[in-house]
């Protein structure tokens, strides 16, 4: 049987994902979004954080309820883990519905981000474009949420979403054609989530528009954390300025 965690659950957490460098593990653990399920209230041996569609596990795969906390999941999932044993039991229980493939982290050092870099991307913003910060009026545009779900899904709300480190867009003709905005939350900064429309990719727009966001984070001291779902992601990751580190295994489910 597995439980929900609660906030005196949630403290028992820390030690079992320090193995996981991950920005979104940390929004979960520093009490800003997400929920958690335990094996024990008390003594929690097995774990499962969900941000959103991204779900990590953490510490004995080896009971029953591991399996049960591997059916536990969101519509579409992105499954972390950080141990061969757990890589195993997904591909045992989920065999024939899952799709392995490699994201990609960069180290979190604000020394690597240079607040003149992004002041001069800013500068190459193409004529016809407006660049401004996500309020409640752009927040509401069926344009912006075409763009990705994920701008505001891990949010109770529209109005939490603007309050909490919400954004920048870049719109044409009133319309929202690129943006980037806080994925997650945690204490010392954010995850950055970016979109383009497919009509306006290739014009720099999302180069501009996430240097917006990062600024923002830099200046207020928060860190702008980047995690790269494609090879298109890096290469922009690398243009900002961020250092690549690793690729580790990712399960979409």
Known sequence: MIYEADVSVRKKLVP???????TIVLSYLQGHMGTAWVDNLENPTVAQITV???VFYAVNPNTKEAKELLY???????????SDDWKELIETVHYGAFEKFPRFSFHKNPDHLDQAHFQYLLSALPEGYEIKRVDKNIAKESSFHELSEDFINQFDSIDDFINRRAGYAILN???????ATS??????GIEIEVASHPNHRRKGLATIVTSALILDCLKKGKYPSWDGANAESVELAKKLGYIFKESYDTYFI
């Open 16 to 22: 079992m994902f320090k193995n996981i460098d991950s």
């Open 52 to 54: 959103g569609i991204f």
């Open 72 to 82: 536990n999941l969101p519509d579409f999932t992105l499954a972390i883990v950080n």
């Open 173 to 179: 003709d009133g319309q929202v054609v690129s943006a």
């Open 183 to 188: 994925f997650s939350i945690y204490d010392d």
